[in-house]
């Protein structure tokens, strides 16, 4: 059975900060590619943050970069990624996803379909 499941979501002003979680866990399969990806209402889903399998190769859109860390932790039979959001902006008000892949996503680390298993999503609110 896969599961992907995302908390850690709320509401904070800006300035402030929050932790998102994610459990995953695709059927014993190892675990390669994981993601944040968030959607703002009107707009497309747009990618956040990646990490490897490896928990220290990782990426970030420019605007979040400095501001928001993606870690991994790799137990099984369930993986654990999180990402702690600092110096929060209302521009970064959306829903909230998490992305796994069982294959490498190699240099496309930022594309949405390179990532079969997906979260419900998790709310961030920041006001200013």
């Known amino acids: 059975q896969v599961q992907v499941v995302e908390s850690g979501g709320g509401s904070v002003q800006a300035g402030g900060s929050l932790r998102l979680s994610c459990s995953a866990s695709?059927?014993?399969?190892?675990?390669?590619?994981m993601a944040w990806f968030r959607q703002a209402p009107g707009r497309e889903r747009e990618f956040v943050a990646h990490i490897a399998e490896d928990a220290r190769t990782t990426h970030y859109r420019d605007t979040v970069k400095d501001r928001f860390t993606i870690s991994r932790d790799n137990p099984m039979p369930k993986t654990m990624m999180y990402l702690q959001m600092d110096n929060l902006k209302p521009e970064d008000t959306a829903v909230y996803y998490c992305?796994?892949?069982?294959?490498?996503?190699?240099?496309?680390?930022?594309?949405?379909?390179?990532?079969?298993?997906w979260g419900q999503g998790t709310q961030v609110t920041v006001s200013s």
């Open positions: 695709t059927r014993g399969l190892r675990i390669i590619d």
């Open positions: 992305a796994v892949s069982n294959y490498y996503a190699n240099n496309m680390y930022y594309a949405a379909y390179n990532y079969r298993h």
